[in-house]
């Protein structure tokens, strides 16, 4: 995934997401998350 595609997810809500000051920060488990609902999209 490039920098666009996550920037996607976050927007869309697929992706949880939090600012520290000016920075976009993503959670383990958030991403972990995210990585599995694709895995069982594509099967």
Do not use: F, H, P, W
Request: glycine share 6%; net charge positive; no cysteine.
């Amino acid at each position: 995934m490039n920098r666009s595609a996550i920037y996607r997810a976050i927007q869309s809500g697929d992706l949880k997401s939090y600012k520290v000051g000016r920075l976009r920060r993503i959670t383990r488990q958030a991403l972990e998350n995210y990585v599995s609902k694709l895995e069982k999209g594509a099967a």
